[in-house]
């Protein structure tokens, strides 16, 4: 008997790991009492623990943000660390609900995934980090270079179409894990190491010296990184974007945490309808008329949160560039809310 | 009349009848168990495509367009899926059969030093099962593998004569090129191998037929080396070594030893030994005393006596336990992936399963493999424990 028990037991795991979520993920949440988020395991700017164990980064205040429009508190959120491979199967399988990890829109992410990406937070593009000491300029110098990669990502498929672009050849490492593959890179296993740009920078801080390094001019590619959510749910997948699309909205109205309060006296319909003074836009998401306040008065708006995490405010000192507001020559563009 | 009546079986209900019970039992088994993975299956998959993800192993043929660095088949970005599941599918075999074969040599010298009546090599034979059998292998892959990325970059090693350099990357050494003519001294070789075979047969029937003994070690180095080597020479040395040429950040091609490889063969074979040294020990400590004392009443050497009277009578002890640890270290060649070493898991569990996002199939795929290279290998020892059994007569 004690077999067919275990052939029971493996049948209704799998069950549950693939079993299909089926009421609304908003409602889940909400009976939860919290929001179930997947996570970066630890990348500076993005997605990390700070000594104290709170988490703090872009992708951090995006789902504080989106736990503030449920909940009105933005501390009602747990993180799920999660490695590059694993991330999709733990969006698939409901042990998330929403997997917010510098994670790369794609079409086959789209399709053969079940993922959902609707917004756009960062927009990235791929590069190199290499040693100084090798007098390394361009990337197409890497011919016979090793690089290490980790595997799981887009990176690692970039890597292969830009060196066959270029009829160059490369020798790959490749690592499961983010700190596996840095310290490969760190110990001279590698010549050079590639990931977004963005987590160029986070992780070259972790290096031993960080100054000896540099990274290549090259961007090989375009990542633009968003949340995703699973497919089928469209109400969700309205708030997760429209939680974006709020925190931009603000930034263009020059609504911060600072002002929101006194914004609320604003005669600005697009003010009016994005704090919910005006309309029930909010209602319409399945949330609060108040719903986008909530946002920028615990998080704040988009341009808050990149300075902060990523931007002038942090050690990564990374400029907006493509991710300044449209206004201003950048990508960052949010549909109207009306 | 009366015989007939003896012979007819007593009656039981087919209720209380172990036969039918028993077929009933195993019957429902079967069925639950079929139904529980059928179950799962089914439910996985439609869940799965409710949130349209297909499941299908169409991608098998289509390229996979990402370059492996260990490989002993033909790969390039070009290979298809398919391929690249062989091309870990073989790494994994070689690490396995490889490390089975030298933590077997270790684990045995270990074993044997642990009974040794010398205090001190029985001592770090013992402190060896103990901290190596207690540590988590997964530390110690590790563990070696970042030592050996502490080797010198290949950037930093200055060209030399002997062509050998031991580099982070790996171990680069002169290759053979074998050139016209040289299929000649691998024939010598192959000669050489079966004259030898022969006399070896031909002196061991003379030494149990007459006593007498012929040196096998003389003859064993004329035609195996020495006859292969005068023919190389005399054929105009047709094979010639290649050196490895510098190149900006390497050598050119391959590492004749790849430190991934390296790290993870070292790391099983360290870990497996530990627990075949146990092993053998126990199996060596299950022979009668009496049997040694025996030995050497008759004059045999303590090697001797170990050779040709407890080994072979350890063996019977030995050999299902030690089927164990080649299964173990087969499935633990698994664990290798995590320090970049090709094998089954790390390339098509994960970069595979990573480009096509097919969870169930890959997953399936790769249980089935280790399932079968796991039930071949307990095929072949218990083939060879049957031969090794006791024969009673
Ligand atoms: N954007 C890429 C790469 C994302 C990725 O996983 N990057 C690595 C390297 S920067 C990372 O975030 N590692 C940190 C971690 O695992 O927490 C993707 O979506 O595939």
Redesign the pocket.
């Known amino acids: 008997m004690k077999s067919s028990l275990i052939s029971l037991t493996v049948g209704s795991a799998i069950t549950l790991i693939a079993g299909a979520v089926s009421a609304g993920t908003l409602d889940t949440v909400k009976s939860k009492g919290f929001l179930q988020c997947g996570?970066?395991?630890?990348?500076a700017g993005?997605?990390?623990p700070d000594p104290q164990g709170n988490w703090k980064g872009l992708d951090v205040d995006f789902c504080r943000a989106v736990a503030s429009a449920i909940f009105n508190d933005p501390t009602k959120v747990k993180f799920t660390?999660?490695?590059?491979k694993d991330?999709f199967t733990a969006l698939q399988s409901g042990e998330i609900d929403a997997l917010v990890?510098?994670?790369?829109w794609?079409l086959s992410?789209d399709t053969t995934l079940g993922a959902f990406f609707g917004a756009v937070n960062y927009y990235?593009g791929?590069g190199f980090l290499v040693r100084k000491s090798m007098n390394i300029k361009s990337a197409l110098e890497l011919n016979g270079a090793t690089v290490c990669v980790?595997q799981?990502?887009?990176?690692?498929l970039n890597l292969t179409d830009y060196f066959r672009a270029n009829k160059i050849t490369y020798k790959p490492v490749v690592f499961a894990?983010?700190?596996e593959?840095?310290k490969a890179y760190d110990s001279g296993r590698c010549d050079a190491y590639t990931?977004?740009a963005?987590?160029?920078y986070?992780?070259r801080l972790k290096l031993t010296k960080p100054e000896d390094n540099a990274v290549l001019p090259e961007i090989i590619s375009k990542?633009p990184?968003g949340p995703a959510v699973r497919q089928g749910d469209d109400q969700w997948a309205n708030i997760i974007r429209w939680t974006h699309y709020a925190m931009v909205t603000a930034e263009e109205q020059g609504v911060t945490t600072a002002n929101v309060d006194e914004m609320l006296k604003s005669t600005n319909p697009d003010i009016k309808r994005l704090l919910g003074t005006e309309g029930k836009f909010g209602e319409g998401l399945g949330l609060k008329n108040d719903w986008a306040y909530q946002i920028i008065k615990n998080v704040g708006n988009y341009g808050e949160s990149f300075e902060r995490n990523v931007g002038a405010g942090s050690q990564l000192k990374i400029a907006r560039g493509q991710n300044g507001l449209w206004s201003k020559g950048g990508l960052q563009y949010a549909p109207p809310i009306r | 009349m009366a015989i007939a009546e003896l012979e007819e079986k007593p009656r039981i209900s087919p209720f209380y009848d172990p036969k039918i019970r028993a077929f009933v039992y195993q019957a429902a088994m079967i069925f639950l168990v079929g139904y529980g993975l059928y179950a799962a299956y089914t439910n996985a998959v439609t869940g799965l495509s409710k949130q349209g993800v297909v499941t299908s192993l169409g991608f098998w043929d289509s390229v996979a367009g990402f370059p492996i660095s260990f490989r002993l088949i033909d790969f390039t970005e070009l290979s298809s899926y398919g391929t690249a599941f062989w091309v870990g599918l073989i790494n994994t075999v070689v690490v396995s059969v490889i490390g089975i074969f030298l933590a077997t040599i270790l684990g045995f010298i270990v074993g044997i030093a642990r009974l040794s009546s010398n205090w001190l090599i029985s001592k770090i034979a013992y402190w060896y099962v103990q901290i190596i059998r207690n540590i988590p292998l997964l530390i110690q892959l590790i563990l070696i593998a970042d030592l050996m990325h502490h080797l010198p970059g290949a950037t930093e090693i200055k060209q030399n004569t002997s062509g050998i350099y031991l580099t982070n990357q790996g171990l680069f050494t002169p290759r053979p090129v074998f050139e016209a003519g040289s299929g000649l001294i691998f024939y010598a070789f192959l000669g050489g191998l079966v004259a030898f075979i022969g006399y070896y047969n031909w002196a061991k029937n003379r030494q149990i037929a007459t006593g007498k003994q012929s040196p096998t070690g003389l003859v064993f180095l004329g035609l195996i080396v020495i006859f292969p080597i005068a023919v190389f020479f005399i054929s105009g040395m047709p094979i010639s070594l290649a050196y490895p040429v510098k190149t900006r950040f390497s050598f050119q091609g391959d590492a004749t030893l790849q430190i991934e490889f390296v790290a993870a063969l070292l790391g099983l074979v360290i870990y497996t030994a530990a627990f075949i040294a146990e092993v053998v020990r126990a199996g060596i400590m299950s022979v009668s005393k009496g049997q040694t004392e025996a030995a050497s009443a008759l004059g045999l050497t303590a090697g001797q006596n170990l050779r040709l009277v407890v080994v072979p009578q350890a063996f019977r002890v030995i050999l299902p336990p030690l089927t164990n640890q080649y299964l173990n270290l087969t499935k633990n060649s698994s664990l290798a992936s995590v320090i970049a070493f090709p094998e089954l898991v790390q390339v098509f569990a994960g970069t595979v399963l990573n480009q096509t996002n097919q969870a169930i199939p890959v997953m399936g795929i790769t249980m089935l493999v280790y399932l079968t290279i796991s039930l071949i290998t307990s095929f072949l020892m218990n083939a060879f424990n049957q031969r090794m059994a006791l024969r009673e007569r």
Not at chain 1, 152 to 156: A, C, S
């Open positions: 996570s970066n395991t630890s990348l993005f997605g990390q660390p999660l490695a590059a991330r990890r510098n994670t790369t794609t992410r990235d791929q980790q799981g990502t887009t990176t690692e894990g983010s700190d593959t840095l990931t977004d963005s987590g160029l986070a992780e990542e990184l």
